[in-house]
């Protein structure tokens, strides 16, 4: 069995003349991660890997969940295809997580979470927003051979106000 945890990075802010990538977090957007962090704690097991978007926002979103589950920072991983606004990028980079972990957590970006949630999970969403979080289980032994899975919980910010 593997689980994969799909969170898209909190809200972020447009006020600062920075290139994309460094874009920091509204305050909005820290309150809500914060919110659904503290909130899914209980509800899941400490994921064996957490893989992170290059990306401020996607990192900040990371480090932020990461603190309030217990993950030690130093272990995220950064990884550029993570910084992936389509799917396929951030599929590969999921199939390529070691057979050997059997939990793995991921800080992305939309479409591509979105995507990647509809394609692969068993409930639809139209839109993962900002901090949104969801857990899918498979069936299967190998990240490569990942197909249709269980959507097992979502927490959007929304849900939680």
């Known amino acids: 069995m ?3 945890f799909i ?11 920075v ?4 874009r920091p977090l509204k305050l909005r957007g820290i309150q809500d991660a914060h919110l659904v962090a503290k909130h899914i704690i209980d509800k899941i097991k400490m994921p064996e890997v ?6 401020n926002r996607a990192l900040h979103t990371c480090a ?3 603190r309030t589950l217990g993950y030690p920072l130093e272990e995220i991983t950064i990884k550029d295809g993570m910084y992936d606004f389509g799917g396929s990028s ?7 997580c070691d057979d ?11 479409h591509a979470i979105t995507a990647v949630v509809n394609t692969y999970g068993d409930k639809f969403f139209d839109n993962v927003p900002t901090s949104g979080f969801v ?3 498979f069936n299967t032994t190998s990240w490569k051979k990942l197909e249709d899975g269980k959507t097992i919980l979502k927490v959007f910010p929304k849900d939680l106000k």
């Open 64 to 66: 932020i969940f990461c």
């Open 7 to 17: 969170v898209r990075h909190a809200k972020s802010s447009w006020e600062h003349p």
């Open 19 to 22: 290139d994309d990538k460094d």
């Open 2 to 4: 593997k689980t994969v």
């Open 100 to 110: 050997a972990v059997d939990s793995l957590m991921v800080f992305g970006h939309n």
């Open 50 to 55: 957490v893989y992170s978007s290059i990306a």
């Open 90 to 96: 951030l599929l590969q980079t999921i199939k390529s």
């Open 135 to 137: 857990m899918i289980q």
